[in-house]
């Protein structure tokens, strides 16, 4: 029996080691959990600022004259209409239509794109991508090793950063990127992320990542934030996690992500004819949100049932909402079930819920 694999660390271990952070094994990477209480990092997302290391994330890069034709055909987007400097959420999925990873792609120059895919699928992608890009002019090359990447999200993240760089922050746009100094080093700032609020992603060189981090942490206000505000931000704002929401047995209009598949647009990609067939077809269940009238969290793998009992849906994520001041979850239900009378199996007791829209919050 071989030994589990030795967590790799992020340019940052020692950084947040020196803080007292709780680091667990995620994704193959020694990460923070916490730095100290995980609602007080989500409240500093909410209404400051939270800095996170996402340094465990995947970048991959294709270049070339036939890289945005080769993402085209790899990924079910459209992506090489879209302007350099511009960003898109997209997805890439197997020939029979279930999710791979989700992924943002980024256009950096003419010929050159960025693709960053979860820690956990970093390898999927990248062989993926290089089966799939090899009948066009494209080369792929996997730098997740050279690159940190620090993300500063919240309301101040734009006046924090501004004062650590002359890049335009006030004109990038949400889904946008631009290179950059911030802090004396070279990066590129975008602004997406995964919180809800508003906020940046850097990458930087892995050898600039703690210089920077130490400039962000120092302003007064920002607070260090780890994997577990991480969730319960993306929770509330109604943002799916790969292997919870989305697995390679689910399909993007399962999801309620059919919008990202671009069956318009010229020529095949993979998984096509799956996800054209799955379009015209209602699909078997549907994913919802969840507020629970008590105050005891559903949580993952929790059985969704109906006043009788029945089981008709599972719970994929769930926690106490901070923001919110009651737990929330998400959960595919089956099609056909209505949306009341439902409660959540939470160890043998049926805990009434009541099925919301998505996102359970918006920034104003």
């Not at 270049?63 to 511009?86: H, I, Q, T």
Request: net charge negative; charged share 20%.
């Amino acid at each position: 029996m071989s030994a589990d694999p030795i967590p790799k660390k992020t340019p940052l271990h020692d950084v947040y080691q020196d803080l007292g952070a709780n680091l667990v094994d995620f994704a193959g990477y020694l990460m923070p959990l916490r730095y100290a209480s995980e609602t007080a990092e989500h409240q500093a997302v909410r209404t400051g600022a939270g800095l996170f290391d996402l340094s465990h994330m995947g970048e991959i890069f294709l270049s070339g004259p036939g890289a945005g034709a080769a993402l085209d055909f790899a990924l079910v987007g459209n992506l090489s209409p879209m302007p350099v400097g511009k960003a898109r959420y997209t997805m890439i999925c197997g020939p029979d239509g279930g999710v791979l990873d989700d992924l943002i792609v980024y256009r950096l120059a003419d010929d050159t794109w960025m693709v960053v895919a979860n820690a956990a699928n970093a390898a999927v992608v990248r062989e993926a991508l290089i089966e799939r890009a090899a009948g066009f002019e494209a080369a792929v090359e996997d730098r997740s090793e050279s690159y940190a990447l620090i993300a500063l999200q919240g309301p101040r993240s734009q006046t924090i950063l501004e004062g650590f760089t002359e890049a335009p922050l006030a004109g990038l746009k949400y889904y946008a990127i631009l290179a950059g100094r911030v802090a004396g080093v070279d990066a590129l700032v975008a602004r997406t992320g995964y919180t809800g609020e508003d906020g940046f992603e850097l990458f930087v060189d892995a050898s600039d990542a703690v210089a920077l981090w130490r400039a962000l942490a120092a302003v007064e206000g920002v607070v260090p934030a780890g994997l577990s505000a991480r969730d319960t931000l993306r929770l509330e704002a109604g943002m799916p996690l790969y292997g919870n929401e989305l697995t390679a047995e689910t399909t993007p209009f399962e999801a309620g992500l059919g919008r990202v598949v671009k069956l318009d647009k010229p020529g095949d990609f993979v998984g096509k004819t799956a996800l054209a067939a799955q379009a015209q077809t209602p699909p078997g269940r549907r994913l919802v949100g969840l507020v629970a009238r008590g105050r005891r969290a559903p949580r993952k793998g929790y059985q969704v049932v109906t006043s009788g009992g029945t089981p008709c849906g599972v719970v994929t994520s769930g926690a106490p909402s901070p923001t919110l001041g009651t737990p929330i979850a998400m959960a595919y239900l089956d099609s056909g079930v209505g949306e009341t009378g439902l409660a959540v199996d939470v160890r043998g007791r049926h805990e009434p819920v009541d099925v919301v829209e998505l996102p359970f919050y918006k920034r104003s």
